[in-house]
């Protein structure tokens, strides 16, 4: 399986890109996550270059066929006033154009958030929740927030936590499990299989 994280923070040090690299090391063998880092490079969304027929840029291109080609997504946000930030939005809204279909249409989506404050990016994650649920997403009903984030990473940008890297696994086996059911594991706990990934995460 394939997992596309993408990371809504443009800083080079940022808690929620080093949070979405922690995720790639916490998944199973057989699930690869890949990081995009083709935020800056997309233009301010204008339905001009994006009409039927037309060409839009080449790093549109490439964010609608990773995420096409990805089998889950995993979007870590930070919050700036509030909310989702800009460069994320825009993303969003160069991924989902009406006339073409959504390239989120359907994909599972597991969502996270990283701030240097107690909330862990609670407001702008419930944002990025109803944003990715209208472009056409299945997103989980989970949050994963981490406040404190400067306090959260050591300086090779790992989480210091034992506690933090159990829930952000617990968190990525629950997006694995729903994009992509274990029917071994359904059957033998009569379980569904988000229930059932937690399930074996536990043990």
């Known amino acids: 399986?394939?997992?596309?994280?993408?990371?809504?923070?443009?800083?080079?040090?940022?808690?929620?890109?080093?949070?979405?690299?922690?995720?790639?090391?916490?998944?199973?063998?057989?699930?690869?996550?890949?990081?995009?880092?083709?935020?800056?490079?997309?233009?301010?969304?204008?339905?001009?270059?994006?009409?039927?027929?037309?060409?839009?840029?080449?790093?549109?291109?490439?964010?609608?066929?990773?995420?096409?080609?990805?089998?889950?997504?995993?979007?870590?946000?930070?919050?700036?006033?509030?909310?989702?930030?800009?460069?994320?939005?825009?993303?969003?809204?160069?991924?989902?154009?009406r006339h073409r279909g959504s390239s989120f249409a359907g994909k599972t989506v597991a969502i996270a958030g990283a701030t240097t404050g107690q909330y862990g990016a609670i407001w702008a994650q419930q944002d990025l929740r109803r944003v990715l649920g209208i472009a056409g997403a299945r997103v989980l009903p989970e949050e994963f927030p981490l406040s404190r984030a400067q306090e959260a990473f050591d300086e090779h940008g790992q989480l210091r936590s034992a506690l933090h890297e159990e829930r952000l696994r617990s968190h990525l086996a629950a997006l694995v499990a729903e994009a992509e059911p274990a029917p071994s594991a359904v059957a033998q706990n009569d379980e569904g299989p988000r229930e059932a990934a937690l399930h074996l995460v536990r043990r």
């Open 1 to 97: 399986m394939k997992v596309l994280a993408i990371s809504g923070s443009l800083r080079a040090d940022s808690y929620n890109t080093a949070l979405a690299r922690a995720a790639a090391e916490l998944v199973p063998d057989d699930v690869e996550v890949e990081l995009y880092d083709g935020l800056g490079l997309l233009p301010p969304y204008d339905q001009d270059l994006d009409q039927p027929g037309s060409d839009p840029p080449e790093p549109v291109h490439e964010l609608r066929d990773r995420i096409e080609a990805a089998d889950a997504l995993l979007v870590v946000t930070p919050e700036y006033n509030g909310s989702v930030p800009g460069v994320l939005k825009n993303a969003i809204d160069w991924a989902s154009a």
